[in-house]
DNA sequence: CTCGGCGATACACAGCAGGTATAAAGGACG
DNA sequence: CGTCCTTTATACCTGCTGTGTATCGCCGAG
């Protein structure tokens, strides 16, 4: 039994009328009379009673018809979602990411994709980079947005690109005698109590921390360690100390803070963006792009992988 | 696009792999390789990745196997469906009856029909026997039981079985002075409070009652009318007087009743069942099989429409 | 009784599903 | 780095079957 058959039924209970059926399915009678015969035969059932006054279907012809109007439903509506789901129009994007992407990129970024693919379902996951990494790597990520690119087994299989450079920040409650002023020297960093990002979290963060204040620097030693970005601002706001983190938080400045840049200017990790090399999903490539449009200084490095990605103009 | 191209793509889908795939279809590998190109071009998207580790559907693919798997249960469903209908398992049976039909064959008949048939949705409509008969010839029943044969416009496309032959019966309360007695007698009806049918509903009853009592009888005249059967019963067992009802009524006693034949021995008219002479559907066949086997003495009748309906033996 | 309309049947043809052979691509391995 | 092997795609042929044309059989209308 072929969708052909289904189609021919409901033609023929609707049109009641072999001849009228026939031509709006574009064929000739007698096919139509051999296709129904055939349906028949294989249902076990007459599905159709003739007639003078037109043909009708049987109780058993309207069980049938009722399942193929459902069946033939299903099928148009499995070559729809199939083509929703290749234009990027519906699916899942898992996103891994740090923190601190909450302040800058990601929610320009978010909004704008979620309005121009509301029926995407966004997976958002906060982690730690190295833990982006490594579920990117398994298949359990789509994108991550780490500190630094990947590293590890398999990180040769991610594809890396750089969507924000920064450098180091200081911020203090509006209260604190620092508050006010431009900047801060590395050298009056060492003589305030300090708030910082957790080292096993973001390694290379705090290994330049240490690079920057010394080694053994006691200010680091007695710091305050906060789990993210968002916990230093809050308990540098509440007066903890001097908290200590990218430029990206001044994109999202918070009531009752004060930023001074650090002199001299510290470059940090970048903040990269990565996905599987392999991926071509419809999907991935609609938030690249989305990527791509919001964070201009990294249009070109997307490029690339977008028109790789676009399907082959015949 | 064809139901074969679901059934290639699932089977794709499931053994991950063109050869195997193909080898399970019971086809070679080529063809099945044209039917997923050909599918994927009329879908417009490439529903399976090709890789060395094995065929893997595409977002889209997903998409569409979901659609696929339930295109292809509705079309199972729809033989199955239709094949039940055909058997007569499945379906519908409007029946008109007369209340005194209740009293016997009914009870019976319906128990035992619901019983085979506990997917026909049975619909009991308790009508006088000109109104079923009417609604049968309208087609908006299946079966009726009408006292008497159908009369008027469109009753020769009907046929008819009598299925039970009925005479007059009396029924008075316990405490009456009629109780205990085995029979009465016309003259003594005549000196009774008696409680009968309404003309209007069942007019040969009547007519038959103004035969043997007189047709101006003042008994007659100042008797209780009641609507059915069952209330001239409920009547008598109250007290108001004597009812006069078919000896149907003898198959569902009643608590202080007492029943008493009238003598001489009056017939009514037959319970007759009709069915529209064309109507060879499956439900309305296995219900007159159950009326045959239900009461014996008119099984005759009804075995030649029975032979009617069968199908084709091949 | 004839005519007209409709579905079924007969038969020829063409289009396509499916078969065989083989190419192309991409790892695995010596 | 070349060879082999596995797997999918392509090429081409064949046979089935879906479709078209012609015609029959049936039944009701006039």
């Given at each position: 039994?072929?969708?052909?058959?289904?189609?021919y039924?409901?033609?023929?209970?609707?049109?009641?009328?072999?001849?009228?059926?026939?031509?709006?399915l574009?064929i000739?009678?007698?096919p139509?009379?051999?296709?129904?015969?055939?349906?028949?035969r294989?249902?076990?059932?007459?599905?159709?009673e003739?007639t003078?006054?037109?043909?009708?279907?049987?109780?058993?012809?309207?069980?049938?018809?009722?399942?193929?109007?459902?069946a033939?439903?299903e099928?148009?509506?499995?070559?729809?979602?199939?083509?929703?789901?290749?234009r990027?129009?519906?699916?899942?994007?898992?996103?891994?990411f740090?923190?601190?992407a909450?302040?800058?990129?990601l929610?320009?970024?978010l909004h704008?994709?979620?309005?121009?693919?509301?029926?995407?379902?966004?997976?958002l996951?906060e982690?730690?980079?190295?833990?982006?990494?490594a579920a990117?790597?398994?298949?359990?990520?789509?994108?991550?947005?780490?500190?630094?690119?990947?590293?590890?087994?398999?990180?040769e299989?991610?594809?890396s690109?750089?969507?924000g450079?920064?450098?180091l920040?200081?911020?203090?409650?509006?209260?604190?005698?620092?508050?006010?002023r431009?900047?801060?020297r590395?050298?009056?960093l060492?003589?305030?109590?300090?708030?910082?990002?957790?080292?096993?979290d973001e390694?290379?963060?705090?290994?330049?921390?240490?690079?920057?204040?010394g080694?053994?620097?006691?200010?680091?030693?007695?710091?305050?360690?906060?789990?993210?970005?968002?916990t230093?601002?809050?308990?540098?706001?509440s007066?903890?100390?001097?908290?200590?983190?990218p430029?990206?938080?001044l994109?999202?400045?918070?009531?009752?803070?004060?930023?001074?840049?650090?002199?001299?200017?510290?470059?940090l990790?970048d903040?990269?963006?990565?996905?599987?090399?392999?991926?071509?999903?419809p999907?991935?490539?609609?938030?690249?792009?989305?990527?791509?449009?919001?964070c201009p200084?990294?249009?070109a490095?997307l490029?690339?992988?977008?028109?790789?990605?676009?399907?082959?103009?015949?």
């Open positions: 039994m072929e969708a052909r058959h289904l189609r039924a409901l033609a023929l209970a609707e049109h009641e009328h072999f001849g009228r059926a026939a031509a709006a574009g000739a009678q007698p139509l009379s051999k296709q129904i015969a055939d349906l028949e294989e249902v076990g059932a007459r599905l159709f003739r003078r006054q037109g043909v009708f279907p049987t109780a058993a012809g309207e069980a049938f018809l009722a399942r193929a109007r459902r033939l439903d099928m148009a509506a499995a070559v729809s979602d199939a083509g929703r789901a290749a990027g129009e519906t699916g899942r994007l898992r996103l891994g740090i923190a601190s909450l302040l800058d990129p929610p320009g970024v704008r994709f979620g309005r121009e693919r509301p029926d995407v379902r966004l997976e996951h982690m730690a980079s190295s833990r982006s990494s990117l790597i398994a298949g359990e990520l789509d994108v991550a947005i780490t500190l630094g690119p990947p590293r590890g087994a398999g990180a299989r991610l594809v690109v750089p969507i450079h920064d450098y920040v200081a911020v203090v409650s509006t209260a604190h005698p620092l508050a006010g431009p900047e801060v590395v050298e009056q060492r003589r305030q109590r300090l708030i910082v990002a957790a080292s096993e390694p290379a963060v705090s290994a330049g921390l240490r690079a920057l204040l080694r053994d620097s006691p200010a680091l030693a007695g710091a305050t360690v906060a789990r993210d970005v968002h230093i601002v809050g308990l540098a706001a007066g903890v100390g001097v908290g200590l983190g430029s990206r938080m994109a999202a400045p918070r009531q009752g803070t004060w930023f001074c840049e650090v002199v001299p200017r510290t470059p990790p903040l990269v963006l990565s996905f599987a090399a392999r991926d071509t999903s999907v991935l490539t609609a938030f690249l792009d989305t990527i791509r449009r919001n200084t990294v249009g490095a490029d690339h992988r977008l028109r790789a990605a676009a399907p082959p103009s015949e």
